[in-house]
């Protein structure tokens, strides 16, 4: 069983930053891809950003690309998402996934384990 807790959403205005957290415990974190993804009420959950199992490749959507970077801390089972110039269309609630394999995927199927999220809001 693997427990993801994200945290370190909340409130702010357009252009602003957060950084989203999320501690892994349960499985050897290292040897795992780890993905964000997003979901808007009523809309598919989709693809925010992911990097392997080393840090060393990283994947991102490409409306988040240049705004967002993905980072991970093995020795701290953690994985980071940083967003700077955010934008009202960047709310929604943010979800931290687990992928069983070392390769990069963009597609929620390839995720097995996933956190509780954390809600982003950008106001205008």
């Known amino acids: 069983q693997v427990q993801l807790v994200e945290s370190g959403g909340g409130l702010v205005q357009t252009g602003g930053s957060l950084r989203l957290s999320c501690a892994a415990s349960?499985?050897?974190?290292?040897?795992?891809?780890m993905g964000w993804f997003r979901q808007d009420p009523g809309k598919e959950r989709e693809f925010v950003a992911a990097?392997?199992?080393?840090?060393?490749?990283?994947l991102y959507a490409d409306s988040v690309k240049g705004r967002f970077t993905i980072s991970r801390n093995n020795a701290k089972n953690t994985v980071f998402l940083q967003m700077n110039s955010l934008k009202p269309e960047d709310t929604a609630v943010y979800y931290c996934?687990?992928?069983?394999?070392?390769?990069?995927?963009?597609?929620?199927?390839?995720?097995?384990?996933w956190g509780q999220g954390t809600q982003v809001t950008v106001s205008s």
């Open positions: 349960g499985r050897t974190f290292s040897q795992n891809t």
């Open positions: 996934a687990s992928s069983p394999y070392t390769s990069i995927w963009e597609s929620v199927r390839m995720y097995d384990y």
């Open positions: 990097v392997s199992w080393t840090g060393g490749s990283t």
